[in-house]
């Protein structure tokens, strides 16, 4: 069996207890968490593409460990 790799304070236990959020909300319930982070003061959603997703977290880590 292929050992479980997770993003450095991740574990087992939280990645199912995000699911199990996820799997419990109500499309009403999921529509509301989008549209609160949406209107999140400081933040701005960016479409990128797939491909640069690794090269833009690597760059927000860099700006965030500043």
Do not use: C, N
Not at 26 to 49: N, S
Request: aromatic share 6%; no cysteine; net charge negative.
């Amino acid at each position: 069996m292929k050992k479980q790799h997770f993003p450095p304070g991740w574990d087992q236990e939280r990645v199912q207890r995000l699911l199990a959020h996820y799997e419990s909300q109500t499309e009403q319930e999921a529509v509301a968490e989008d549209e609160a982070a949406y209107a999140q003061r400081g933040l701005t959603m960016v479409e990128v593409p797939s491909a640069l997703v690794p090269k833009v977290r690597r760059l927000i880590a860099e700006h965030s460990s500043r």
